[in-house]
């Protein structure tokens, strides 16, 4: 058991937490049943106290899973750990996940309190969440500031009180691994009755030491990890699942096992990436565009001769499928369903055919379709029931003239036309667009990716628009940049409040 990994995914919940990231409930469930399949053993499924849509998603992902335990955060405060429970309430195993901040800087600023007061807090809110369920986890916020001699006077007491699991959380990524890791150490060597719970991590990346922190806990006792698809969360992020896992399984003498289907890595980082319209880092670990490409003329010939010269992971293991069918206008709505599938999507025949309408429109544009197309078309739908609609879009731009771009909406049924001259043809169209709809909203920021490589690529556009004092999220994927950009500006629009 000792040599057993937990993996407690929070995706829905921290990583859920990024601004523009917001999944709604049919999303959550269909991430909840890819993390299922993938083999984590704990989903925090949401912050039920937090708001109705939370509560929802904890009761809907609570009947959609069978068998990881499904976990609800709260505040060390009576009526959230019963918001909690009632959310629970359909959950095959069910787990409380409470605390309160340790440190120095939250006892003083931001509870007002002191330590001894902070203890008694810590003991009653897991006393009372016992008397709800059987599986308690106890966080200790900020314990990465925390003074070790008085962590370990919260961790004994919180497990006294019936915790079944403490969380040692480098809440700001502020932490060294080797201080980390000599902080899981004090714990189990001055805490009576450490190994009646089970110790487990949550580093921040702030610093970029997420994962280096996460494996140093492990290596010091630790055996429950807490971890995000692709690293998401909170400014920089959380420990990213893929990199803890794929560690664990390239240094097989650690000895150490997951639950993880490695091989089911990859299609579940898409999907997440597709969802959350958040782009993976070409660069990033495990499951970037990059991780597994080679430029340098010595490393692609020594990789010809042996691939293990410069890669420690087959691509196999974590789904990455280098002979994948490619999909091009010959290819049927089988081909389409399988590579849906292989990427963790899956389509009733009704949506086949609505995103097989749209791939054959987009392969008519290019030569080859990748599968960040075919998972942006499947997520196509999101826009459909929009109540604003982009109906035309014509510009004229170029060297020595001005930028004109010509614009039609569609807005509840009715058409609507302007005209406007710009600084390029993105400034152009979307001050066409301004005109028609006549609102005070700044442009906050502009992103452009191309999904891989090549004239003819379907290019994602990510912006921020401020309207009445909010900062609205938005998503835009075109083969022709300009058209993906106004669709942006339209998608942040349609969730004004208009």
Same mark, same amino acid.
């Given at each position: ?29 269909? *991430?909840?049943?890819? #993390? ?21 998603? *904890? ?20 009526? $959230? ?12 195993? /069910? ?55 008085? %962590? !370990? ?22 932490? #060294? ?70 560690? %664990? ?47 340098? @003329? ?22 990455? $499928? ?17 590579? %849906? @599938?292989?990427?963790?999507? /899956?389509?009733?025949? @009704? ?8 791939? #054959? ?5 290019? /030569? ?32 020595? *003239? ?6 039609? #909406? ?16 993105? $400034? ?28 003819? $690529? ?29 669709? !942006? ?5 349609? /969730?004004?409040?208009?």
């Amino acid at each position: 058991m000792e040599n057993r990994l937990f993996i407690f995914d929070t995706t829905l919940r921290d990583g859920e937490q990024v601004p523009g990231c917001q999944l709604n409930t049919v999303e959550k469930i269909q *991430v909840a049943k890819a #993390l299922e399949a993938l083999g984590v053993d704990v989903i925090e499924a949401g912050f039920p106290v937090s708001s109705p849509g939370d509560f929802n998603s *904890v009761i809907e992902i609570s009947k959609a899973v069978t068998w990881p335990t499904i976990c609800a955060l709260t505040r060390a405060v009576e009526k $959230d750990i019963d918001v909690a429970a009632e959310a629970l309430k359909y959950a095959k195993r /069910k787990r409380i996940h409470t605390g309160i901040g340790t440190s120095e800087s939250h006892i003083k600023y931001k509870f007002n309190s002191n330590r001894e007061e902070i203890i008694e807090r810590a003991v009653a809110a897991v006393k009372y969440a016992r008397r709800l369920v059987d599986d308690v986890e106890f966080y200790a916020e900020d314990a990465g500031r925390t003074d070790n001699e008085y %962590l !370990a006077r919260v961790v004994e007491a919180v497990i006294k009180a019936g915790a079944t699991v403490v969380n040692i959380p480098d809440t700001t990524g502020y932490c #060294l691994p080797s201080e980390y890791e000599a902080k899981i150490r004090y714990l189990f060597e001055h805490v009576d009755g450490i190994h009646k719970a089970i110790i487990s991590t949550h580093c921040h990346n702030d610093l970029g030491m997420a994962t280096a922190n996460t494996m140093a806990g492990v290596l010091a006792g630790a055996r429950q990890v807490e971890v995000t698809i692709n690293g998401i969360g909170e400014r920089a992020g959380n420990t990213a699942l893929e990199e803890v896992t794929m560690i %664990l399984k390239s240094h097989a003498d650690l000895g150490i096992q997951t639950n993880i289907n490695t091989q089911k890595i990859y299609p579940t980082s898409r999907m997440v990436s597709s969802l959350m319209n958040m782009p993976v880092q070409p660069n990033k670990a495990i499951v970037g565009r990059n991780a597994f490409a080679h430029s340098s @003329g010595i490393h692609q010939d020594g990789v010809l001769k042996n691939v293990q010269t410069y890669e420690i992971i087959d691509p196999h293991e974590v789904g990455i $499928d280098d002979s994948s069918i490619v999909l091009t206008a010959r290819s049927g709505r089988a081909a389409l369903k399988n590579r %849906l @599938g292989v990427l963790g999507v /899956k389509l009733d025949q @009704g949506k086949l055919d609505m995103v097989y309408e749209e791939f #054959l429109k987009l392969a008519d544009k290019k /030569k080859d379709i990748n599968d960040d197309d075919i998972l942006v078309l499947a997520g196509a739908d999101r826009s459909l029931n929009h109540r604003i609609k982009l109906d035309f879009l014509q510009v004229t731009s170029g060297v020595g *003239v001005r930028s004109v771009a010509s614009l039609g #909406l569609n807005i509840s049924g009715e058409k609507f036309e302007a005209c406007a001259v710009g600084n390029g043809p993105v $400034d152009a169209a979307i001050k066409a667009l301004k005109k028609i709809i006549d609102r005070q909203m700044t442009l906050k920021e502009f992103t452009i990716q191309a999904i891989s490589k090549g004239s003819d $690529d379907m290019g994602k556009v990510h912006m921020q628009v401020e309207y009445d004092h909010q900062v609205y999220y938005g998503f835009g994927a075109n083969t022709d940049i300009i058209a993906a950009s106004v669709e !942006a500006y339209i998608d942040c629009i349609n /969730k004004f409040k208009l």
